[in-house]
């Protein structure tokens, strides 16, 4: 039987394992390095996260506290107490009876739309967020007719279990 | 493979192929991650196909200083004054990125007139500001801000709260307002 020729596999292998070795290195840089060639990718990735978390709940909140209805109040006041916590939990619990027995005589409707929301200070359990909202109010037996109310108004958010709640809300006048 | 001369193959060789095999097997996929990661990061994968939640803030130092310049730059842009008029107009073009200035001489033109015949001066408030989105070139910024409208001709002032959307652009190093969105 003819023999095979003998295969050196020692030098091969070593280069192609110096070969592999680089490719991975290359492979975990180009990975893990920022797109903008800056140092802080990575944090910009994690912030934006937060933005957006800080975003959807802001905006949940806000149209809570702007929507009215004066058929449903209860849901309302529901909907916005969830998303409250501190001191803005402890004002808005206040003034609910009032709230409610003030959109019962007036017999008003509004719906809120948020228009902007913008990140200012922000730490991992912290924000400050700005929102523009608008409010089209409408009173029973208006024909319709609604009135617009442009808001503007300043959030302090903060982290709970892993949902951000509104601890402060102010409108900027 | 190499065999020994009953046929049967010699482990060390067996190895030896074996280990060959998984390196280039590596090297392939090394390739390949390293080609995707590239795309990634330069091509297809970036912005459009990302979330929302990934893109909106894309630098960070950006974010701080396009933030500042923003609200800077808006008390600039809005604000004007009777005394000086013609040299504050001039100024602020500076400030804007060009694709701005033919709108910025519009809102100019139109009220010159009024501002140099009733001495009006516009003054401006910024009451807070935040980042909308921020990339190293381009950031917008929610600005809150007072105009106080004043005119030693009438004895009232009038305040306007505006909303408005800045969005400033990086030219050569200097931040400079591309868009001006009030609503």
Not at chain 1, 133 to 150: F, K
């Amino acid at each position: 039987m003819a023999r095979s020729p003998r295969v050196r596999w020692g030098w091969p292998n070593l280069l192609l394992g110096l070969l592999a070795l680089a490719l991975v290195a290359a492979a975990v840089v180009v990975w893990t390095r920022p797109a903008s060639g800056g140092t802080g990718d990575a944090d910009a990735r994690e912030l934006s996260r937060r933005q957006w978390e800080v975003t959807e709940a802001a905006s949940a909140e806000v149209e809570a506290v702007l929507g009215v209805d004066h058929r449903r109040m209860r849901e309302v006041v529901t909907r916005v107490q969830d998303g409250a916590t501190g001191d803005f939990a402890e004002e808005y619990a206040e003034g609910v009876d009032s709230l409610l027995s003030a959109t019962r005589e007036s017999r008003i409707t509004a719906r809120a739309v948020v228009r902007a929301v913008a990140l200012g200070p922000v730490t991992r359990t912290r924000a400050e967020v700005l929102v523009a909202a608008d409010a089209r109010v409408t009173r029973d037996g208006s024909a319709g007719r609604e009135q617009l109310r442009q808001h503007r108004l300043r959030l302090t958010m903060v982290e709970r279990d892993g949902r951000w709640l509104t601890e402060q809300l102010e409108f900027v006048r | 493979m190499t065999r020994s001369t009953d046929g049967a193959p010699r482990p060390g060789r067996v190895r030896g192929a074996g280990t060959t095999v998984v390196l280039v097997l590596l090297c392939v996929v090394a390739v390949l991650a390293t080609g995707l990661g590239w795309w990634w990061q330069h091509g297809a994968g970036r912005p459009d196909d990302l979330p929302t939640a990934e893109r909106a803030i894309s630098s960070v130092p950006a974010r701080d200083s396009g933030g500042r310049a923003a609200v800077e730059l808006a008390e600039r842009v809005l604000g004007y004054d009777a005394a000086g008029f013609d040299d504050e107009v001039r100024a602020t073009r500076a400030l804007l990125a060009p694709g701005f200035r033919q709108q910025y001489d519009a809102q100019m033109a139109g009220v010159r007139e009024q501002t140099l015949a009733e001495r009006v001066r516009l003054a401006v408030k910024v009451r807070g500001s935040a980042v909308s989105s921020a990339s190293a070139d381009r950031v917008v910024a929610l600005v809150f801000l007072d105009q106080v409208t004043s005119s030693p001709l009438t004895p009232t002032r009038r305040v306007d709260q505006v909303r408005v959307l800045v969005t400033v652009t990086r030219d050569g190093g200097e931040w400079r307002v591309s868009r001006m969105d009030a609503f």
